[in-house]
């Protein structure tokens, strides 16, 4: 182990010099960023055929905060629901791009 490592706020405690230690945090990190793009999404209950979600259009960017803010009742889940697919109860409708690939809605 490196003096290094020894002295590093995530390395070995109590290590020594001649000691042998496999540190996982030595392996190189993949970092993956993906950027979001939906275009005229929308979503209709399977239940009742009511619009929930129509027309929404926008981009989400690696590295940035997006906040997704409205009144209660305003469809804000209905929305994350629609763009991470696992609004199971409902037709989504429009386009979705990950990383500028159209992802399938289905």
């Known amino acids: 182990v490196s ?3 020894r002295d ?6 109590g290590a020594q ?4 230690v496999q540190l996982s945090i030595l392996a190189e990190k993949t970092v993956t960023r993906i950027d979001l793009r939906f275009t ?5 209950l399977n239940s009742s055929g009511r619009k929930v979600l129509q027309g929404v259009s926008g981009e989400f960017y690696a590295g940035h905060l ?3 803010m409205g009144p209660s009742g305003s469809g804000k889940t209905s929305f994350l629901n629609a ?4 609004a199971s109860y409902a037709t989504i ?6 990383n500028g690939s159209r992802d399938n809605l289905s």
């Open 8 to 13: 590093h706020p995530r390395g070995v405690k």
């Open 66 to 68: 997006t906040a997704i």
């Open 3 to 5: 003096e290094e490592m």
């Open 83 to 86: 763009v991470s697919g696992k």
């Open 93 to 98: 409708t429009g386009s979705i791009e990950i």
């Open 40 to 44: 005229s999404l929308g979503l209709v």
């Open 17 to 20: 010099a001649n000691d042998t």
